[in-house]
């Protein structure tokens, strides 16, 4: 059975209409509370009813996922990828950052539709 950590771009592909490459979708999936945030906003940006009611299904579908929180070892998995990034000279947007932390806190793959997670020891990348 595989596992993994889902992004926001995978739910906002299914939202949308958007390819996903199912073949590669993990057996058992998770998802983040930073995730949730992010759904969250994308419902209070929403002009439109139809597409806020959209999201906010989407978002529904989300919570089912019983959200991974922020704890201590998602935070210090945060602030290892950091300093790794740094000494690298590499960048991550910060929500970005705090989705892989908890990847590699859990020891699963971050699932993602998205180019934003670079090439990192540790940090496997299934892109859908």
């Known amino acids: 059975m595989t596992r993994g950590l889902v ?3 995978i739910f906002i592909a299914a939202e949308t209409g ?3 490459d199912v073949t590669r979708l993990p057996d058992e999936i998770a998802v ?3 995730t949730i945030g992010e759904l969250r906003a994308g419902v209070l940006a929403a002009v439109e009813v139809n597409i806020r009611d959209r999201r ?3 978002l529904m579908r989300a919570l089912e996922l019983q959200p991974i929180p922020v ?3 998602v935070a210090d998995a945060w602030a290892r990828l950091r300093i790794l990034l740094r000494d690298r000279g590499l960048r991550m947007p910060v ?3 705090w989705i892989a ?3 590699l806190a ?3 793959p971050i699932v993602t539709q998205d180019a934003d997670y670079p090439e990192l020891a540790g940090l496997d990348v299934v892109r859908v």
Do not use: K, M
Request: aromatic share 0%; no cysteine.
């Open 95 to 97: 929500n970005d950052s």
């Open 101 to 103: 932390a908890t990847a």
């Open 71 to 73: 704890d201590e070892s």
């Open 18 to 20: 958007r390819a996903l």
């Open 7 to 9: 992004d926001t771009s």
């Open 106 to 108: 859990l020891g699963v």
């Open 56 to 58: 906010l299904s989407t």
């Open 32 to 34: 983040s509370i930073i």
